[in-house]
């Protein structure tokens, strides 16, 4: 779709946004800044048909979770990605509770 368009949706708070680098108007490297810059949290996949090595180390370092190349393996890369997404969260979840459960002993 068009990248203004995905920029307008990230009120909806997504957990995840998989962004194809080529959307018209804004390139998915743009997009990932500024969705970085309104919710560091949102677990940001670039998709790209071609392998520019450039453009996957600049998202990486622009906060991109994962850059995946279309091909015919895309199906299981998108789930590799989605697995890995879902076992950082769960460590996250993890890490938060300890965390709680740490501070709660000095607040009795």
């Not at 949706?9 to 490297?29: K, N, R, W, Y």
């Not at 998709?47 to 299981?76: C, I, M, T």
């Amino acid at each position: 779709d068009n990248g203004a368009a995905c920029l307008d949706a990230l009120t909806d708070e997504p957990d995840i946004i998989f962004l194809d680098q080529m959307m018209g108007s804004v390139s998915g490297t743009d997009a990932l800044k500024a969705i970085k810059r309104f919710n560091p949290d949102i677990y940001v996949v670039l998709v790209s048909g071609q392998q520019q090595v450039q453009v996957a180390v600049d998202s990486l370092k622009y906060g991109a979770f994962d850059y995946v190349v279309k091909d015919e393996r895309l199906d299981e890369r998108l789930a590799t990605v989605l697995g890995k997404i879902e076992q950082v969260q769960a460590l996250l979840a993890s890490r938060q509770k300890a965390k709680s459960r740490f501070l709660s002993l000095f607040s009795l």
